[in-house]
């Protein structure tokens, strides 16, 4: 199955979301090599040609198959700043469902831009890809992740204890989610 990519850029009324370009390879390493970026993640921040070879990597990502990740640039209309990113990754062809997902610098935290963006590659993943349901896996100490989530309604559907280990740390996850039919029933209420 091939998924139709959506026309873009996709804009709301603070931000727009656009495909990665070579360009774009300072500010994006500038928030990736942050530390406090990495720190839900479970992987430590790359480095050097490592961080090169993530960038390139995304430029020309496929999104055809179960794992495949289509991610997008955040940028703010005001100024053009590239804030971070937003993602969908192909979770379940068969079962349509994708797995949200996003990274912001920290320098651009508590003004309502990462909700903004994830909401609207949410509702790209369901009009435009078709999805039945999205999720998004979090590590349950990251406030802020939770934070965004919750504010748009998505329902917590699993609290993983100690179900993976980043430096001998043993960490816990939230599965959060919603369905293409209540996400749709919401947004057309605007609630």
């Not at 790209?124 to 965004?148: C, E, K, M, P, Q």
């Amino acid at each position: 199955m091939q998924f139709q990519r959506p026309r873009l850029p996709l804009s709301t009324d603070r931000l727009i979301l656009r495909e990665f370009v070579s360009g774009d390879f300072p500010d994006y390493a500038a928030y990736h090599s942050l530390p406090e970026v990495y720190r839900y993640l479970y992987a430590a921040p790359p480095m050097g040609d490592a961080l090169q070879e993530q960038f390139s990597r995304l430029l020309d990502a496929p999104f055809d198959h179960d794992g495949d990740t289509y991610r997008l640039a955040v940028e703010r209309k005001d100024d053009q700043a590239l804030m971070g990113e937003v993602l969908l990754k192909l979770a379940s062809i068969d079962a349509l469902q994708g797995e949200v997902g996003y990274i912001f610098n920290p320098a651009f935290a508590g003004n309502g831009y990462a909700s903004e963006a994830v909401a609207t590659v949410i509702n790209t993943g369901f009009s435009s890809f078709g999805f039945h349901r999205i999720y998004a896996r979090l590590d349950a100490a990251n406030a802020g992740s939770v934070g965004v989530v919750e504010r748009l309604g998505l329902r917590r559907e699993a609290h993983l204890i100690q179900n993976d280990r980043f430096r001998d740390v043993w960490g816990d996850e939230y599965i959060y989610a919603v369905l293409a039919t209540e996400w749709n029933s919401r947004t057309s209420l605007n609630i």
